[in-house]
């Protein structure tokens, strides 16, 4: 099974949208692209935050500058490694974790940010 998408699209100030061979599509803005960062400093912060609401964040999660993706490059045929205007690149996103983490909330985002166009 190829689990590669048909299509990417990254706009570095909203999010990304994947079109899947199968007709699906997925859209993931910056902000939960960042947060849900699969790079071992971000999951062990999630963990951190999931034992004590209380952790102090990082200073790049306090900029007061709006985070933007200022690029991507695939990894492979099995990924795609998005680096951020906070400084962080250091994520992998394979296909199979990007589907793990789709949440249909995000599609609403891109819906409503396109109405606008």
């Not at 599509?25 to 999931?50: D, T």
Request: glycine share 6%; proline share 5%.
């Amino acid at each position: 099974m190829n689990d590669a998408p048909a299509h990417l699209d990254l706009v570095k100030d909203r999010g990304l949208t994947i079109k899947w061979t199968d007709g699906s599509e997925c859209f993931f803005s910056i902000g939960y692209l960042r947060k849900m960062s699969p790079s071992a400093e971000a999951r062990e912060l999630r963990k951190q935050m999931s034992e004590n609401p209380l952790t102090v964040l990082p200073a790049s999660f306090n900029s007061n500058q709006p985070l933007t993706a200022l690029g991507a490059e695939l990894v492979g045929n099995y990924a795609i490694r998005i680096e951020f205007s906070d400084g962080h690149n250091t994520g992998i996103y394979t296909w199979e974790y990007l589907k793990e983490i789709y949440q249909p909330a995000e599609t609403k985002t891109l819906a409503n940010d396109g109405a606008e166009t």
